[in-house]
């Protein structure tokens, strides 16, 4: 009979075994003094990796709005992505610098644009297409293809670029969409 705090030794042999299993006999002669949870890495978390097997012809279903063939995918495409930098910008005046008048820091929370800069050597101002979205910047030239997911939901209309053939570099300078910045900020 168990009482209560106390256990038999069957039970504590069925814990012992719950937490050191026993390996099996056809492990390798190296892993037999190794507990199975020493074998398992980060690797082994979720679902198993499966080897990819080729891409076959995808069939439409009713419940599908696209069928395979249908969706452009940006993977194909030869044109190498340019480097770019993406900084941030806040107007800053002599009451902020001197006074600390108002309530900006030099944090990204009080930054009020988003500076992206594009290097694209040997491109004319005349080859450059730029869309903007809120959160999307896509640039595309002869010879690059830049798709960029913005950290900050921006101004799409509000925006200004400028192309300098002397550094072969794009400039979007692009306002921040911050709603909350009319009670954040002064």
């Not at 020493?38 to 499966?50: D, E, K």
């Not at 069928?67 to 194909?76: I, Q």
């Not at 009020?112 to 640039?139: M, Q």
Request: hydrophobic letters at 30%; glycine letters at 6%.
């Amino acid at each position: 009979m168990d009482s209560f705090g106390f256990s038999t030794a069957q039970t504590l042999q069925a814990l012992s075994d719950l937490l050191n299993p026993k390996l099996d006999e056809d492990d390798d002669d190296d892993c037999n003094n190794v507990r199975s949870s020493a074998q398992l890495g980060p690797g082994h978390i979720g679902p198993q990796s499966r080897t990819e097997a080729p891409k076959e012809e995808v069939t439409k279903t009713l419940k599908d709005i696209w069928g395979g063939n249908e969706v452009a995918e940006d993977d194909d495409d030869p044109r190498p992505k340019p480097e770019y930098e993406i900084i941030l910008k806040q107007s800053v005046g002599t009451e902020d610098l001197f006074l600390g008048l108002s309530r900006k820091d030099p944090s990204s929370m009080c930054c009020e644009a988003l500076l992206i800069k594009v290097k694209l050597p040997d491109t004319k101002a005349s080859e450059v297409v730029l869309d903007v979205k809120e959160k999307f910047l896509d640039l595309q030239t002869p010879n690059y293809k830049l798709g960029l997911h913005l950290p900050h939901p921006i101004h799409h209309r509000d925006g200004k670029a400028q192309f300098f053939s002397e550094r072969e570099e794009l400039e979007v300078t692009l306002l921040m969409n911050r709603p909350m910045d009319a009670i954040n900020l002064p």
